[in-house]
């Protein structure tokens, strides 16, 4: 695995001095018909809707970080 373009994965490979270690991706998806910038998509507030969703997502984070460990 690479880094993807992804700053922040390409200075963790740096920093380890290797690609294997485990990772937990969660996407974007703007949504049907929706054409936006990517960074505008992802710097933006989150809707009332994503936040609701992001208790379930945190939840399934959790039980994945702790089988992981």
Known sequence: ???AGHNGIK???EQLG???FRRLRI???PGEGIILDTADFVLRRFS???QKKLTT???HLDSEIKSIL
């Open 18 to 20: 290797t690609k294997e």
């Open 48 to 50: 009332s809707d994503e």
């Open 57 to 59: 997502v945190f939840s």
């Open 1 to 3: 695995r690479g880094d």
């Open 27 to 29: 996407g974007i998806e």
């Open 11 to 13: 200075s963790i490979i």
